[in-house]
């Protein structure tokens, strides 16, 4: 079930990078490296922290090849419609979802505490993407105000920890708490709800 997810992720992350490189306009080089940083960011920074070697993308080394396709078949996609921008949100809330519990369960295994594991949960999810959005030159956005990303995995980290505990709902743990990220993580881009924020200075 891990290795599933974790394909999952990959596959979900990889197409949320390669759709943003191509709103940059960027040619197949920028596509398939900001393809390769959103999918492979977070859990690189897991396995480090976690003194894990080699790391994950090197060891189910067919990873980096699957996004290496999946680039250069976006790369020669024609020009998206606009409408299609709406849709952008749901690679990026599954990868956000699967990643995170990939991630905390990892750290888990590894022995470290439930706060820590959550923690490595929410870099995993979330890290590739605040890579992403420094290459194209943005304010990563959990660093400012705009719809929950990082507490959508937080909070889900913690359900697949409550569910992981109890014996009758263990083959479900992961694949609900996954849900339940994506299911935040959507609303909160739908309704617009962010973390209370200090007000912008005067001018």
């Known amino acids: 079930m891990d290795t599933v997810i974790e394909l999952l992720a990959v596959i979900a992350s990889a197409t949320y990078g390669s759709l943003r490189a191509r709103r940059q306009h960027m040619d197949f080089v920028g596509v398939f490296s900001l393809a390769f940083i959103v999918a492979f960011g977070g859990g690189t920074l897991r396995d480090l922290f976690l003194d894990q070697h080699p790391l994950f993308w090197m060891r189910e080394h067919h990873y980096p090849v699957i996004v290496f396709f999946l680039a250069l078949v976006m790369s020669f996609l024609k020009e998206l419609p606009d409408k299609f921008e709406r849709y952008l949100n749901i690679p990026d809330?599954?990868?956000?979802?699967?990643?995170?519990?990939?991630?905390?369960?990892?750290?888990?295994?590894?022995?470290?505490?439930?706060?820590?594991?959550?923690?490595?949960?929410?870099?995993?999810?979330?890290?590739?993407?605040v890579r992403g959005d420094i290459v194209c030159n943005q304010v990563p956005s959990i660093f400012r105000p705009a719809p929950l990303f990082a507490t959508c995995s937080f909070v889900g980290c913690w359900v697949f920890f409550g569910l992981r505990s109890h014996s009758a709902t263990?083959?479900?743990?992961?694949?609900?708490?996954?849900?339940?990220?994506?299911?935040?993580?959507?609303?909160?881009?739908?309704?617009?709800?962010?973390?209370?924020?200090?007000?912008?200075?005067?001018d």
């Open 93 to 129: 809330a599954l990868g956000l979802g699967l990643f995170s519990i990939v991630g905390a369960n990892v750290a888990l295994d590894a022995g470290v505490s439930l706060f820590n594991a959550s923690l490595l949960g929410v870099g995993t999810g979330a890290f590739g993407g």
């Open 170 to 202: 263990l083959p479900y743990a992961a694949p609900l708490a996954v849900l339940a990220i994506v299911v935040m993580r959507l609303l909160a881009i739908w309704y617009r709800l962010h973390l209370p924020h200090t007000a912008e200075p005067p």
